[in-house]
C-alpha cells in the first residue's frame, strides 16, 4: 500500500481491472456459496485489503454492466465521456472559425473603405 505523505488523510490506490474484476467474483461467488448478500462485499474487502466502499461500487458496477440493475453501463459511460470530449473540441473549433471570419471580415471592410 502506497506511504500516506499526511497522517489522518486516506491515500488514493489505483487498482487493476484485473484486481476489481477478481474482487467482483470472489464477491459473487461467496454470494451464491452463502444464498445472502448480507457481509459478502465487507468480508471479501477485508480479505483482498480493499476499501469496502471501494469494493461495494465494482459489485454494483459490474451488476449494471451485466444488464441485473438499472444504470449507467461502463461502455456507455465511455462513450459518452468521448463524445463530450469531440463536443468541447468542436465548440473551440467554432469559435475559432468565428474569430477567424470576424477578424478577415473587418480586414476585408478596411481594405474596401481605401
Known amino acids: 500500500m502506497p506511504k500516506d505523505s499526511s497522517p489522518g488523510k486516506p491515500t488514493t490506490r489505483r487498482y487493476s481491472p484485473e484486481e476489481k474484476a477478481a474482487a467482483v467474483r470472489m464477491v459473487k461467488t461467496l ?3 452463502l444464498g445472502t448478500e ?3 462485499v465487507q468480508r471479501v474487502a477485508s480479505q483482498l485489503g480493499y476499501g469496502t466502499e471501494s469494493v461495494r461500487l465494482w459489485v454494483r458496477q459490474a ?6 440493475q438499472p444504470g449507467t453501463t461502463t461502455s456507455d459511460a465511455e462513450r459518452l465521456k468521448a463524445l463530450e470530449q469531440e463536443n468541447r473540441e468542436l465548440r473551440r ?3 475559432i472559425l468565428k474569430r477567424a471570419a470576424s477578424f478577415f471580415g473587418a480586414e476585408l471592410d478596411r481594405q474596401h473603405k481605401k
Open 31 to 33: 454470494r451464491a456459496e
Open 38 to 40: 448480507h457481509g459478502t
Open 63 to 68: 451488476d449494471i454492466d451485466e444488464g441485473h
Open 93 to 95: 473549433a467554432n469559435e
